[in-house]
């Protein structure tokens, strides 16, 4: 079974960007739904982004819309979140979730059954 791996974490200061990528190497990602999920300070593992096995349906949370970009690369079997104008409140452990079933993606975490071991963002002046 895919074993997903999150990368590109990093400290940034507010207004910053990072780029996240996923991937699962040598388990090809392009039949599955795609999520990234973050675990903040005291907060449950919450949806920031998620894609579709096609790239052409995706879903934000509300908190980073306009922000944050997902995409993915079926060929080089990469899942990548694009972050910008990043803000304190986007700190948190960032983790990359993938769902067996060929389906619109989900927004709640249970619907994922593979997951990475995360990768830290900071977001600190």
């Known amino acids: 079974q895919p074993q997903p791996v999150e990368s590109g974490g990093d400290s940034v200061q507010p207004g910053g960007s990072l780029t996240l990528t996923c991937t699962a190497s040598?388990?090809?990602?392009?039949?599955?739904?795609v999520g990234w999920f973050r675990r903040t300070s005291g907060r449950q593992r919450e949806m920031v982004s998620c894609?579709?096995?096609?790239?052409?349906?995706?879903k934000y949370a509300d908190s980073v819309k306009g922000r944050f970009t997902i995409s993915r690369d079926n060929a080089k079997n990469i899942i990548s979140l694009q972050m910008n104008n990043m803000k304190f409140d986007d700190t948190g452990v960032y983790y990359c979730?993938?769902?067996?079933?060929?389906?619109?993606?989900?927004?709640?975490?249970?619907?994922?059954?593979?997951w990475g071991k995360g990768t830290p963002v900071t977001v600190s002046a």
């Open positions: 040598p388990y090809m990602l392009d039949f599955y739904p």
């Open positions: 894609i579709n096995r096609w790239g052409n349906l995706i």
């Open positions: 979730g993938v769902d067996r079933l060929d389906r619109e993606c989900r927004v709640e975490d249970e619907s994922y059954d593979w």
